[in-house]
């Protein structure tokens, strides 16, 4: 069935249309009446010399696609659903050494390896210091004098601060992946005015950064996991280069989607304030798969269809492009009830918030719920009064869901 509530010409990776909103409501009419839908894409908008891509819209979609890597390839055009449309072909190629862009079986090689520093005893030996950090910052923030941007006094650190103790790079320079991190997605926002090569740039300076921690323990082995991930390399460990970029990625996954994460569930218990009353009161653990299912930080990513294959009702050629829309996969009537309500208590919550399954699950997936539980339970604790000042100032980008200023204040 066509969809005819979707205008002509409607792109949901037209990074204007994200910098208003997420389009919820499109998204759950193609659901409802075309859950697979060719999106056409004039001249070179993405950057992949293609003429679109397909939407998938339902979660039963959505995780078979992600489930599935012999059909749906993360390596042949990256998941990155939207570049700019002047990126050159080996930018994009070049992508291809970071693991979310991989394919088993290079994909299964490199996650067995990095996965040794998101054990659950490695998680767990972070808790108590992580604990520590997110009081210290939310009370720093409550000593700022009147109103304050939310995102970078409080959402933005605990996220920096846990990659920091978490691959051991010092405290003092996690303002360096801040900005990398920030410059390397900002690439569609003209506020940042982040050119791609600015972008490039920071990204080679990033892995660089990486590059010289590598070759350092690999000179002077610590106790730490940067030590227990490369320091011997013919025994199944990183080399250099896949660390630089191991970094990279986590610098992203890692910090910019928990960011986000924290900030829309601020935002939501803001303009919620009976779930804040009662997060306050009972603080329930269930609290932080829901602010993961109702920000969805990262709205799209893409694969590419290896063969024909039949998706949806619909026959996918070879080499066409894949749309995941997991915010649509986490409004799904059918797996959600009263899916647009935020609703911290929500049990079960099969959301998609960490990826739809399969080999590219949020490798950081318990470290991120610890970050979200330890900064909601540190601002219930000190700054129970919060309340918002402005309106969001969301990011400008064809697949993050990205917030970069929330003005609250401490009463």
Same mark, same amino acid.
């Given at each position: 069935?066509?969809?005819?509530?979707?205008?002509?010409?409607?792109?949901?990776?037209d990074p204007d249309l994200l910098q208003h909103r997420v389009p919820l409501p499109e998204l759950a009419e193609l659901r409802r009446a075309e859950p697979v839908r060719w999106i056409p894409q004039?001249?070179?908008? *993405?950057?992949?010399?293609?003429?679109?891509? &397909?939407?998938?819209?339902?979660?039963?979609?959505?995780?078979?696609?992600?489930?599935?890597?012999?059909?749906?390839?993360?390596?042949?055009?990256?998941?990155? @659903?939207?570049?700019?449309?002047?990126?050159?072909?080996?930018?994009?190629?070049?992508?291809?050494?970071?693991? %979310?862009?991989?394919?088993?079986?290079?994909?299964?090689?490199?996650?067995?390896?990095?996965?040794?520093?998101?054990?659950?005893?490695?998680?767990? +030996?972070?808790?108590?210091?992580?604990?520590?950090?997110?009081?210290? @910052?939310?009370?720093?923030?409550?000593?700022?004098?009147?109103?304050?941007?939310?995102?970078?006094?409080?959402?933005?650190?605990?996220?920096?601060?846990?990659? !920091?103790?978490? @691959?051991?790079?010092?405290?003092?320079?996690?303002?360096?992946?801040?900005?990398?991190?920030?410059?390397?997605?900002?690439?569609?926002?003209?506020?940042?005015?982040?050119?791609?090569?600015?972008?490039?740039?920071?990204?080679?300076?990033?892995?660089?950064?990486?590059?010289?921690?590598?070759?350092?323990?690999?000179?002077?082995?610590?106790?730490?996991?940067?030590?227990?991930?490369?320091?011997?390399?013919?025994? /199944?460990?990183?080399?250099?280069?896949?660390?630089?970029?191991?970094?990279?990625?986590?610098?992203?996954?890692?910090?910019?989607?928990?960011?986000?994460? @924290?900030?829309?569930?601020?935002?939501?218990?803001?303009?919620?304030?009976?779930?804040?009353?009662?997060?306050?009161?009972?603080?329930?653990?269930?609290?932080?798969?829901?602010?993961?299912?109702? +920000?969805?930080?990262?709205?799209?990513?893409?694969?590419? !269809?290896?063969?024909?294959?039949?998706?949806?009702?619909?026959?996918?050629?070879?080499?066409?492009?894949?749309?995941?829309?997991? *915010?649509?996969?986490?409004?799904?009537?059918?797996?959600?009830?009263?899916?647009?309500?935020?609703?911290?208590?929500?049990?079960?919550?099969?959301?998609? /918030?960490?990826?739809?399954?399969?080999?590219?699950?949020?490798?950081?997936?318990?470290?991120?719920?610890?970050?979200?539980? %330890?900064?909601?339970? *540190?601002? +219930?604790?000190?700054?129970?009064?919060?309340?918002?000042?402005?309106?969001?100032?969301?990011?400008?980008?064809? &697949?993050?869901?990205?917030?970069?200023? %929330?003005?609250?204040?401490?009463?």
């Amino acid at each position: 069935m066509h969809c005819p509530a979707l205008p002509d010409g409607f792109d949901f990776t037209d990074p204007d249309l994200l910098q208003h909103r997420v389009p919820l409501p499109e998204l759950a009419e193609l659901r409802r009446a075309e859950p697979v839908r060719w999106i056409p894409q004039s001249g070179n908008v *993405a950057g992949f010399q293609d003429e679109g891509y &397909w939407a998938v819209t339902r979660h039963a979609d959505v995780r078979y696609v992600s489930t599935h890597p012999e059909l749906f390839s993360s390596t042949v055009n990256t998941a990155i @659903i939207r570049f700019n449309e002047h990126i050159r072909r080996d930018s994009i190629d070049a992508q291809r050494l970071i693991l %979310l862009n991989m394919d088993p079986p290079e994909h299964t090689r490199v996650r067995q390896i990095v996965q040794r520093g998101f054990t659950p005893r490695s998680i767990r +030996a972070l808790e108590q210091r992580l604990r520590d950090r997110a009081a210290g @910052i939310v009370a720093a923030a409550r000593e700022l004098d009147g109103p304050f941007d939310f995102v970078t006094s409080v959402a933005c650190e605990l996220p920096l601060q846990a990659i !920091a103790e978490l @691959i051991g790079i010092p405290q003092g320079d996690r303002t360096k992946i801040f900005d990398w991190s920030n410059k390397m997605i900002a690439y569609d926002d003209p506020e940042y005015a982040i050119t791609e090569e600015v972008g490039a740039q920071s990204a080679a300076e990033l892995i660089s950064y990486a590059m010289t921690m590598a070759a350092d323990r690999k000179q002077c082995p610590a106790h730490d996991i940067v030590s227990t991930l490369v320091a011997a390399e013919d025994q /199944g460990n990183l080399n250099s280069d896949e660390f630089g970029f191991f970094v990279l990625m986590l610098a992203v996954a890692g910090n910019e989607t928990t960011r986000n994460a @924290i900030t829309h569930g601020m935002h939501a218990f803001l303009t919620h304030p009976e779930q804040w009353e009662l997060y306050k009161r009972e603080r329930p653990s269930t609290a932080a798969e829901e602010i993961v299912r109702w +920000a969805t930080p990262v709205f799209a990513f893409q694969r590419t !269809a290896t063969q024909d294959t039949e998706l949806g009702g619909r026959i996918i050629r070879k080499g066409e492009r894949v749309g995941l829309f997991y *915010a649509s996969a986490n409004h799904d009537p059918e797996v959600f009830e009263r899916p647009d309500a935020f609703d911290v208590t929500r049990d079960p919550n099969p959301h998609l /918030g960490f990826g739809g399954g399969g080999p590219h699950f949020c490798l950081g997936k318990s470290l991120a719920v610890l970050e979200i539980d %330890l900064i909601f339970n *540190a601002i +219930a604790d000190a700054m129970p009064g919060l309340r918002l000042v402005g309106d969001p100032r969301r990011l400008r980008s064809a &697949w993050i869901n990205g917030v970069k200023e %929330l003005r609250v204040a401490a009463e």
